[in-house]
Structure formats: C-alpha cells, structure tokens
C-alpha cells in the first residue's frame, strides 16, 4: 500500500491516521520476530545492532558473537580498537583470563599496550566485577554445619567451590556445565593437548632454540596487565646460552634470537647459568637494557675504573720516599700496604646504561676481576701470564718505571652474515677483546695518555684475548659479559637495519618508553685498587692499573661491515626456524 500520495498533499490528518498504524504494525513484527526468536530487543536496540553490531552484543554481554564481529573488520586498526573495546568489557564483567587471551590478540603492540595498560588496574585488584568468595563460604559451612565430619578434620564429608553451575571460557563466554560431564577428566585432557602441541619443556637442551622477542613482549605485557613479573623461563629467554643468529620474519611480525639453548641453575654466586656446563645464560633484563641504549641519543655504554689524581700523587711519593733506601725483606709488607693505603679506593663509573642494572655490574665486575688476573691476584688459565710473572731484567738492568697500566674489554666480532634480503644474520668471532695503553704518571699524579702499549703490556692483552673462551669457562662472569656484547650487537642491529619497523613492531614495553621495569640493585661507586708487586734480583717491581669497558658497536653494523651469505646456509635455517602456526601465547620454540 503506497501512502506517499497522502503526505505530498499535506494531508495532516492522514499522516496523524497513519502513524499510530504504522507503529502498531511495528510492534507486531517485532512481538512476533521476539517470539520465534526468543530474543527481546527494542527497536532502538536493533537499529544500534546494525550501526554496531560489537556495541550491541556487549551491551547483551555477548562476548564470543563481539568478537567474531570484531575479526571480520578489514581495516587492522579498526579491528584493534573493537578488540580493545571488548577486552574492557570482559574485564569489568569480570572475565578476567578473557580480557587478557582478548587484549593478547590485538595485533598492533601500540594499540595492545594501551588496552593492557586500562586493564591493568582492574586485574590487579583495583577495579573490574565482583568476585565470589567461596573461601569464606566454605568455611562459614564447615565451621556450623557439624564441624566434625568433614575431610580436613578426618571425617568423610567433602565441599569444594561450585560456581553458580556456569563458567567463563577463555573468550569470555558464559557457559552452563552438564551434569554428566567428568570436568576433572576434561581438564586433563584439555591440558595434555596444549603440551602436546607446544612441547613445552624449556630445560631440554636443544641445539638452536628460537626466541621471538615480538612474542615475548607480548606475554610480559599479558603478565604486566595481571601485576605480575615474568617467569625465570622468560627471564633466561627459555635458556638461551648464546645468540648465533638473528631472523626476521616480517609475514608473522617477529624478530627472532636462536642459539643453543638447555637447562639452567643459580650457580654459587646467584648467577643463573646453564645446569650441565655452568655458562651463563642471556638474560631478559640484559636484553631490555642494551636495547634502551641502543636506541638513546648516545648509543654506546661501558664504565671505567679509575684511581684519583690526589691518590695517584700521593702514590707516587710513598715510592720515591722508600726508594731512597734498600728495602729489606721484613718491610716489604709495610712497603706495600703504604702503597696501597696511598693509593686508596678507586673510583667507578658507569655510562649509558643504569648504573643499579645487572648489566652494569657485570661490565664492572669483569673489568676488575680482568684486572686482578693481570696483576696475579688471581689465576688465569694455560697461556696468560700476568704481567708482573712477564718482566725479566737482565743482571744490572733497571726495572720498569712507576706509571699506569691501562687495560679495558670492548667488542671483538668478526664480519655480521646476512641473507641477501636482510632477512638473517650470523654473529661471528669470540665477542670480546682487551686491548692497553701505557699511561705515564706526572708529580701531580695526572695520567698523561700515550697512545701507545709497551710490549709487555700489550702482551697480556693479547693473551687475554687469545684465550678468552677459556677464561669465560673458568670464570663465568667474562661469558656473562659477552652474552651483553652480543645483545649490544643485536640491538644495535636492530636499529640499523630498522628490523622493528620491518615487522611493525613499536616495542611498547620493551623498548625505551616502555613499561617494563629492569630489576635494580646497588650501584658500584668504589672499588679497592688493582696493586702488586715483584722482587727480582733485589730489585722490587710495583705495578698498579686502571681501564674500564667500552661498547659501541655502531661501527661493526654499518652497511660495508655486513657481509653477504653466498652459500645459503643462513637462507636455510632462516626457513627452518619459521615460526609456523604456533599457538597462542608461545614465544620460543625449537
């Protein structure tokens, strides 16, 4: 029936006939749509459900239809948005695991990082729904309903906490449980499949083991969001011994670190290192430090340890004061200890990194003990001989003067591999380095550089360095202090060749804006001084020494340092390590 004509003509009295009509025909389609459908919508509510669709299903508490409208949105940031709309929802209805498998499957890790930050406050505890307290239940029934005869007791009665008869699955959705169902029998089963398709075991040694650092923010943020910190899987990076390559897969959004990789132990000194050879293990706070600096104004880092001028003239005077006559064997004690108290404590310092962070202490531990072994304070290994047990005089040759031995670690790598389309690298060579320098010693105990090394000198350098590897087997804390070189390639890396961007990743939580909270300690300020000496021929030899650590490894991930893979080898494992279809929330496999 067309009643157009009616309103062209102005008929008022018409149109005011009509409408009651139409409405009451309305509300007739819509009783009998709301009968056989058994759904009861308002006709504001239908127009609402087809302007959004996601806004009406939250409204009705339909969280699993919501997000199935939300996956079929084209647009990426669209679809992130409605994903982050119905994690909040979820999280105040509260459908706690719900909101977080929600807001863990927001694709962008800006946009994920702003949801996991709003519901932050209600997962832990400040906000969100109501949650039933069966514990006091519970107890209030044992404790008046004949206390005697339940099982905590000895008795045969048993209570246990049985929700309203429905539970939230992990996509929120509100499901009733069937009677006949063995829930314990469907949990085990549930949880056997999960373990069987991810073969979760972290502490099994593997030969490479891939670690998508993508993936990894991810289940730290999903951590952050509940207001807790990561495992020790996730803070050794499932055991990672050390990086041998970088893969990027932009296709899946990951950037990759693989390396051998086992079962880890906190050894005497509570480093955590691998259980079968005791080599320490890349460490998650490491990784987040470097990376801060790699992409900071200032992209290098390292710490000196150095003596003060006041201490180093007074020094110099306590051992021309005992030069002007033979030293005898009885006092060589007090000879040196008045060497030592003029030379007083050292003073540390620490650049580009956070000096309370576990990577900043390991540098200045490593330095220091390089020191002591330099000196014969401490063994070294087969090949390095200290530089005091180095000197021989010749009869009526004059030993060395008085000045400043500087010894200090900084990068030791060969060439990066790489894949011709950038997609894998390789790091190569041992990693780390001493290198020296003579410094000479004025009156006012300034040190004056030289730019140059004595052969002796150099020589300990060169043997350090030689025999590095087993050094760091002997003393753990030197492979410690290459596992943060290595992460300061990778992350140098990273910035050079923009691997972030290639992926989209914006490292909302790592990165240096990020959220995630490097554990701190006290920072080193002081030190005792490095100082030995060595009678020869009646002839007594002092030596003291200073140096520090020295990063910057922007020099060695230039375009000319990175050389092209031409046999396929780094082409082949870059498609092996893949990583395909893996299931939600994993973020290494092997």
Request: glycine share 10%; hydrophobic share 40%.
């Amino acid at each position: 029936m067309d009643f157009s004509g009616a309103f062209e003509k102005g008929s008022f009295h018409m149109a005011r006939t009509l409408v009651p009509w139409l409405r009451s025909v309305t509300a007739a389609a819509t009783l009998g749509f709301c009968f056989v459908t058994g759904i009861f919508l308002t006709a504001r509510q239908l127009c609402a459900q087809e302007a959004d669709p996601i806004a009406a299903h939250l409204e009705a508490g339909e969280f699993a239809p919501a997000l199935a409208a939300a996956q079929r949105l084209a647009d990426p940031a669209r679809r992130d948005e409605a994903l982050a709309r119905i994690a909040g929802a979820q999280a105040t209805a509260g459908a706690s695991e719900g909101s977080l498998s929600t807001a863990g499957s927001i694709g962008g890790d800006a946009a994920r990082g702003r949801a996991i930050d709003q519901l932050r406050d209600a997962l832990s505890g400040r906000g969100g729904g109501v949650v039933a307290d069966f514990d006091t239940l519970i107890e209030l029934i044992t404790t008046t309903v004949d206390p005697d005869s339940w099982d905590e007791v000895g008795g045969p009665g048993t209570i246990a906490e049985f929700p309203t008869g429905v539970y939230v699955d992990a996509a929120g959705v509100l499901k009733k449980y069937k009677p006949e169902v063995d829930r314990s029998l469907s949990s085990i089963r549930a949880s056997a499949a999960r373990a069987s398709s991810s073969s979760r075991d972290p502490r099994q040694t593997s030969a490479l083991r891939k670690v998508s650092l993508t993936r990894l923010e991810r289940s730290v943020q999903l951590l952050y969001a509940r207001g807790k910190q990561p495992d020790e899987t996730m803070q050794s990076l499932a055991g990672l011994q050390k990086i041998q390559y970088v893969l990027v897969y932009p296709a899946s959004g990951d950037i990759v670190l693989a390396g051998p990789a086992g079962d880890w132990r906190a050894d005497v000194e509570g480093r955590i290192v691998d259980a079968e050879k005791g080599r320490p293990v890349v460490q998650l706070d490491d990784l987040v430090t470097v990376l801060r600096n790699a992409y900071s104004k200032e992209p290098k880092f390292g710490c000196a340890i150095t003596p003060a001028q006041e201490n180093l003239a007074k020094a110099k005077a306590t051992i021309e004061k005992w030069a002007a006559s033979p030293i005898s064997p009885s006092q060589r004690g007090r000879w040196l200890e008045d060497i030592r108290s003029s030379l007083g404590q050292q003073d540390v310092t620490i650049h580009g990194i956070d000096p309370r962070s576990r990577a900043a202490r390991v540098i200045v531990e490593a330095d220091y003990r390089m020191k002591l072994v330099g000196m014969g304070l401490e063994p070294g290994v087969l090949g390095v001989e200290s530089y005091l047990a180095s000197i021989s005089l010749k009869p009526g040759e004059a030993p060395p003067a008085m000045n400043v031995l500087r010894w200090w670690f900084t990068l030791n790598y060969d060439a990066l591999s790489a894949t011709e389309p950038r997609d894998a690298f390789e790091l190569k060579g041992p990693g780390v380095k001493v290198l020296s320098e003579n410094e000479l010693l004025t009156e006012k105990g300034e040190r004056v550089h030289t730019g140059g090394s004595d052969e002796l000198n150099a020589r300990f350098a060169r043997s350090f360095t030689k025999h590095f590897e087993a050094l760091a087997a002997k003393y753990p804390v030197y492979a410690d202090l290459r596992n943060v070189f290595d992460l300061a390639l990778v992350t140098a890396l990273m910035k050079s060749e923009d691997l972030p961007g290639q992926v989209g990743w914006q490292m909302t939580h790592f990165g240096p804006q990020g959220k995630y909270e490097v554990a701190i300690g006290a920072a080193p300020t002081h030190t005792d001084s490095v100082v030995n000496h060595r009678v020869i021929g009646a002839k007594t030899i002092v030596a003291g020494i200073s140096g520090g650590v020295s990063v910057d490894p922007r020099q060695l991930v230039t375009g000319e340092q990175i050389k092209t893979d031409t046999y396929g080898v780094l082409k082949g494992e870059h498609k092996e390590s893949a990583p395909a279809s893996l299931p939600a929330g994993v973020w290494w496999w092997d």
